[in-house]
């Protein structure tokens, strides 16, 4: 036995090298003290301890969030941090996986502006326009502005060296580099296969081709993960981009107002840009490194592989093909890129008549407008079919061109290429050596055999990387045009976000344009304060506004409720939305709280709003449940306030607090108006702006509305025409006075200039309707003129019988409502 274990360990060297280690091991435990023992026992023991220990807790601590995952999941909520960052939790399998959001920071918009707001800087040195002013705009294309824009947008996608992007990208080049090995083993394997076909070795063939599976079996896993991963790069930079759109569009500065309503550089299509832009650009980018990178991968190495087996000549000649394809190619291509732009926009036109109708679909259908609604959207289609045949029409030739050049004629040229060595030995490479070397014939034949097919695997690989490179010129425009919509987009958002507004170059800055906002807007004052502001209707950049009022004062204190009112079209709503920042300040002071919202100043706009989600989210509204229970507010609290706005019903009707439904069709216009007076006493602001907030109310109730919220702390100022709202007011604000409709009237309710005031309305009224029966007479007058009719002779054309009758018959009404209104009878 001892001899065979000695036999084991020469032909095992492990096996010796284990026991030998064990005697040394052994020999040192029994040499250790008892001292060395006990402390190798304790650590051992602490450390099994620890372990479990720690792995105890890690397992209560997961399972905690678990459970948390899975009840804010059922309440669609998530956690806030105190970095501004969120934490969402969202279904994985028959669990959840934590997911946290990081807000961009202000410092990184700040680094990015430069990029989207300054064009470059052979463009400022070329036009000597100003250097603070947006990029020009300029047409789609192969280009140095398509190389600045997507160079920009890539700042957004790639952030980091380290960052998850970083690493996608490295692993999709791993992945790249492998695929171009393994052709290269395809391609030896391909020919060493047919060579041993011909020379009839059965053995070498059939262990050929489980070489073939073998490396077929990686290949496969090889290409998928390259699909996969361009496809996880897509994602990446999708969720890169659309995150950082999300927080300049959405944020304190009201870009996402001001975008559509002041600006118009992307009209009134932001979300055919953030959708459907946005996603075809991530895809055209990802796609865009595969099918450059690799192919270049492919083209150094199999060219230096033919050099190799071929020689120089051959080099020369592919180096040629290429030149003379892509100059083809490059001259003959139609503008890819700016056709993608147009296309896009016109698909934005008709996405934007459609959800025109969405939104207007009750109104439509009382009007029956369908018929009309019809011929808008077919219209729009027709102009978008229009192009897109155009766009197949030239993509038709051009397709032609690219198959017949890049697959036929490349095959030939590919097919004298491998005849080098056969035909001009002296000129070839490894491969004219062994023709010029001799040898058997049979032999020769083999290898020739062996080099062309492998040679011309190679050559296929290698056509195959040159034609993507070739297609990639169309991929390339058709990149250009979606990396300018996302471009136009993001500097667009980045000009609102900083007011980088400026007069055009070589003019002088519209009146009352965005270039000419010279007011100033003061953040922490206890009340509303303008002083000589104009009030005016901004018109989209780089028009100039249409003027209003010409100058707008009054100041209003805590306490001190005001009320607006005047005639339609005179500007009260207006004030609200130079109060809230949405309309520019263009002159003059506007003092308001610190705060626009729910702490400071609290805005119910004359179109009630309810969002999507529960019962409970109508009420506290922008709050979320997570902000209510922070700030411990509980639900019985809000029964009280819908009891004190007249809705204490609505959970009961509805459901209870986690009903979720399509509350702008279960509401009515009364319930509406209500819920907006609820979210106020929920909220309770210092101050609040109520436009037209109770005009679907009845009176009495109205009142009760009004006290309840004045007994809140709660500052109000209505915008109204309803007469009644003064006693709920202190001072009333008229606009629209004087005879041009821009003069204005600020005074306090009560007093004798009020009253005075009063009675010269009511004055002004008695002498209007004293004048009824006088203009009664001139629009008789005005309708007969009208009814007659002369022929060219100058007489009068006579009515026909049937228009006598009608005359008649009117006369006779006129004469009976006369005597039931003198009390005689007929």
Request: aromatic share 10%; glycine share 8%.
């Amino acid at each position: 036995m001892a001899a065979q274990s000695t036999l084991r360990e020469r032909h095992d060297p492990l096996l010796a090298l284990y026991k030998h280690s064990a005697t040394i091991l052994r020999t040192r435990i029994g040499n250790a003290s008892k001292l060395t023992k006990l402390l190798s026992t304790i650590t051992l023991a602490l450390a099994i301890i620890g372990t479990g220990y720690g792995g105890n807790r890690w397992y209560k601590r997961r399972r905690a969030e678990k459970e948390t995952g899975r009840r804010l999941l059922r309440r669609n909520s998530g956690l806030r941090g105190k970095d501004g960052s969120r934490t969402i939790y969202v279904p994985y399998r028959d669990s959840t996986s934590k997911v946290v959001i990081y807000p961009t920071k202000p410092t990184t918009f700040d680094a990015h502006r430069r990029l989207f707001l300054q064009p470059p800087r052979a463009a400022r040195m070329a036009d000597g326009s100003n250097p603070q002013a947006p990029p020009p705009q300029t047409k789609p294309g192969l280009n140095l502005a398509f190389l600045h824009q997507f160079l920009s947008l890539l700042n957004i996608m790639i952030p980091r060296w380290n960052s998850k992007e970083s690493g996608l990208l490295i692993s999709h080049s791993v992945f790249l580099m492998l695929r171009t090995y393994l052709s290269l083993v395809v391609a030896r394997l391909d020919g060493e296969i047919v060579r041993d076909l011909v020379a009839g070795n059965g053995k070498a063939f059939l262990l050929g081709i489980v070489k073939w599976l073998g490396v077929g079996t990686f290949s496969s896993y090889t290409n998928a993960m390259i699909k996969f991963l361009q496809s996880k790069v897509s994602i990446a930079f999708r969720t890169r981009l659309t995150r950082y759109i999300h927080d300049l569009y959405l944020n304190d500065k009201l870009n996402y107002y001001k975008l559509s309503n002041l600006d118009g550089g992307v009209g009134q299509g932001a979300d055919q840009f953030i959708t459907q832009d946005l996603t075809l650009f991530c895809a055209a980018a990802a796609s865009l490194y595969s099918s450059l990178g690799k192919p270049f991968v492919d083209i150094c190495v199999f060219n230096y592989q033919l050099i190799q087996s071929l020689g120089p000549l051959a080099f020369t000649g592919l180096l040629s093909n290429y030149f003379i394809t892509a100059t083809i190619l490059r001259r003959l291509s139609p503008p890819f890129g700016k056709l993608k732009a147009v296309e896009g926009r016109r698909e934005g036109d008709f996405r934007a008549l459609h959800s025109r109708l969405i939104a207007n679909a009750e109104e439509v259908a009382f009007y029956g407008g369908d018929e009309m609604e019809k011929h808008f959207l077919e219209a729009g289609f027709k102009d978008l079919r229009h192009w897109m045949e155009g766009i197949y029409s030239l993509k038709i030739r051009y397709n032609m061109l690219e198959d017949f050049v890049l697959k036929y004629s490349w095959s030939a040229f590919g097919y004298l290429i491998t005849s080098l060595p056969v035909f001009l030995p002296a000129w070839g490479g490894l491969g004219s050596a062994r023709e010029l070397s001799g040898g058997e014939r049979q032999s020769r034949e083999r290898n020739r055999m062996k080099d062309f097919i492998t040679n011309k695997r190679l050559m296929l690989s290698l056509a195959d990387a040159g034609g993507r490179m070739m297609y990639s010129i169309k991929d390339l425009s058709e990149l250009a045009g979606y990396t300018s919509r996302v471009y136009t987009l993001i500097s667009t958002l980045h000009r609102v976000q900083a007011d980088a507004y400026y007069p055009l170059p070589g003019s002088r800055p519209e009146l009352y344009s965005l270039s000419d906002v010279q007011g100033t807007v003061h953040k922490g004052f206890d009340g509303i304060r303008l002083e000589h502001v104009p009030v005016v209707a901004p018109a989209l950049y780089p028009m100039g506004g249409d003027e209003l009022i010409e100058s707008l004062s009054f100041i209003v204190h805590s306490g001190e409720h005001l009320l607006i009112t005047g005639p339609n079209g005179v500007g009260k709503s207006a004030v609200a939305r130079i109060v809230a920042g949405l309309w520019p300040t263009y002159r003059g002071l506007v003092s308001r709280p610190r705060s626009i919202g729910v702490d400071g100043v609290m805005f119910l706009p004359q179109r009630p709003y309810l969002s999507t989600g529960t019962l409970r989210d109508q009420v506290i509204y922008p709050h979320t449940e997570l902000d209510m229970k922070d700030a411990g507010r509980r639900d019985f609290e809000l029964s009280q306030i819908l009891a004190e706005a007249r809705l204490g019903y609505l959970p009961d009707r509805e459901g209870g607090w986690d009903t979720k439904k399509v509350w702008k069709d279960v509401f009515s216009g009364g319930e509406k108006q209500r819920m907006g007076i609820a979210r106020l006493l929920y909220h309770e602001p210092r101050y609040a702006f109520i436009d037209e907030g109770t005009s679907a109310v009845s009176s009495d109730v109205e009142g009760l509305l009004y006290e309840r919220a004045k007994a809140k702390g709660i500052t109000l100022i209505t915008i109204s025409t309803r007469a009644s709202l003064k006693r709920y007011h202190t001072f009333t604000l008229t606009l629209g006075q004087g005879e041009q409709g821009d003069e204005w009237e600020f005074q306090r309710i009560g007093t004798e200039s009020e009253k005075s005031s009063v009675e010269k309305e009511l004055h002004e009224l008695r002498e209007r309707l004293a004048k009824v029966e006088e203009w009664k007479q001139r629009k008789q007058e005005i309708d007969a003129e009208l009814s007659k009719v002369w022929v060219d002779g100058g007489d009068e054309l006579a009515p026909p019988p049937y228009a006598e009758k009608e005359v008649a018959g009117k006369q006779v009404k006129e004469e009976d409502d006369f005597a039931v209104e003198s009390g005689e009878e007929r």
